[in-house]
């Protein structure tokens, strides 16, 4: 159990900065190119955090099934987890558990939130939260909140999995 520990405690210990400091390249390209309006700060970190959930959850996998079977699984259920964001099955017309589990629909709803409140005087906010179902556009701290929250709580879970399972089984 010892090594398990400082196995899995190391190795995201390290992972963590190297996200951060590995991305901004890649986000200021899309910055100098794209223009966007939200501040590329918070549009960094709302893609490092769904990042964030994403790899717990693939965490959570990889505990789950066999080793070999792991990374293309963790693959498919990232694409899934992509796909309950909002937009394509939209929130007011399906199961909205399943999307609250979801970082991507956070992040969605967060982004989403930015680019029309540039549009207020245009747009009518009310009709567009009904539309699509978000809850909270105006609040775009909630909804980092919540993916901070998912992504903690998918390692705390990931972190169980590998304590509490017997990993010598699965080889």
């Not at 405690?9 to 900065?17: A, F, V």
């Not at 939260?129 to 978000?134: A, E, M, N, Q, V």
């Not at 919540?146 to 304590?163: D, E, N, P, T, W």
Request: glycine share 6%.
């Amino acid at each position: 159990m010892n090594t398990a520990h400082s196995t899995f405690s190391s190795k995201y210990t390290i992972l963590t900065p190297n996200r951060p400091l590995s991305d901004p390249s890649q986000h200021l390209v899309y910055v100098f190119i794209a223009k966007p309006t939200i501040p590329a700060g918070l549009q960094f970190v709302l893609l490092l955090l769904n990042f964030f959930g994403v790899y717990g959850i693939s965490m959570i996998i990889s505990f789950l099934v066999p080793r070999q079977d792991a990374p293309l699984l963790a693959v498919v259920i990232g694409l899934f987890v992509g796909v309950f964001c909002g937009y394509g099955p939209q929130l007011n017309s399906t199961n909205q558990i399943l999307f609250d589990l979801s970082p991507n629909r956070w992040a969605a709803e967060a982004q989403m939130s930015l680019w029309i409140r540039w549009y207020e005087d245009v747009y009518e906010l009310k009709t567009t939260t009904s539309s699509y179902g978000y809850e909270y556009l105006t609040n775009v701290t909630t909804n980092l909140i919540a993916m901070v929250a998912l992504g903690v709580g998918y390692r705390i879970i990931g972190f169980a999995l590998l304590v509490l399972l017997q990993r010598d089984k699965q080889r």
